[in-house]
C-alpha cells in the first residue's frame, strides 16, 4: 500500500517536472535551483535578489527575459519541492567543468550579497555547495572578491 502511495506521488512530480525538462537542461535547472535557494537563506527573496538573479540567467545564461522569468518560476518550483541539493549540486558536478563550478559559486554571492548583508545561512550554504563541488576555499573566496568588486563598481 504504501509503495503504491509512494509511486503515485512520483507520477505527479514527474509530470509537473517534465515541462521544465522540455524547456531547460538540466544543469541549466540545477544551477538556477541553488541561486534560488542562496536568495531565500536568509528567510525572504526580495526584489534585490530576484532582479540579480533575473539579470545573471540573463547575461550569464544567454537568456531573454522571458525565458529568465520561466526558468526563474522553474526553478522556484523545484527548490520549494526539493527536501535536499543533492541531485541539484550532483547534476552540476558531473555536467560543469572547474571554471564553470567556480563561476556558479561567484553567481551565488552576487545573489547573496545583493541585498548588502551576507546572512550566516547563506555563507554556510554557498560553503556547503562549495564543499560538494569541489571548489577550493581559496577559489571560493577569490569568487566572493570578484562578486563584491563587481557589486562595488555598479553601485
Known amino acids: 500500500m504504501a509503495n503504491r502511495i509512494k509511486a503515485l506521488f512520483e507520477n505527479i512530480k514527474s509530470d509537473n517536472s517534465a515541462s521544465h525538462k522540455a524547456a531547460f537542461s538540466d544543469k541549466d535547472l540545477a544551477a538556477a535551483v541553488i541561486l534560488v535557494e542562496a536568495a531565500c537563506m536568509d528567510g525572504r527573496l526580495d526584489d534585490v535578489e530576484r532582479a540579480t538573479i533575473d539579470n545573471i540567467?540573463?547575461?550569464?545564461?544567454?537568456?531573454?527575459?522571458?525565458?529568465?522569468?520561466?526558468?526563474?518560476?522553474?526553478?522556484?518550483?523545484?527548490q520549494e519541492d526539493a527536501t535536499h541539493l543533492m541531485r541539484f549540486t550532483r547534476t552540476l558536478k558531473d555536467n560543469y567543468a572547474e571554471a564553470e563550478r567556480i563561476a556558479l559559486i561567484e553567481m551565488m554571492w552576487e545573489v547573496a550579497l545583493a541585498d548588502g548583508v551576507v546572512h550566516d545561512y547563506e555563507d554556510s550554504l554557498i560553503r556547503r555547495v562549495a564543499g560538494l563541488l569541489y571548489v577550493s576555499d581559496f577559489d571560493r573566496g577569490a569568487a566572493k572578491k570578484r562578486a563584491q568588486d563587481r557589486i562595488s563598481a555598479t553601485t
Open 57 to 78: 540567467l540573463k547575461n550569464r545564461f544567454s537568456l531573454n527575459g522571458e525565458e529568465a522569468r520561466e526558468l526563474f518560476t522553474a526553478a522556484q518550483s523545484a
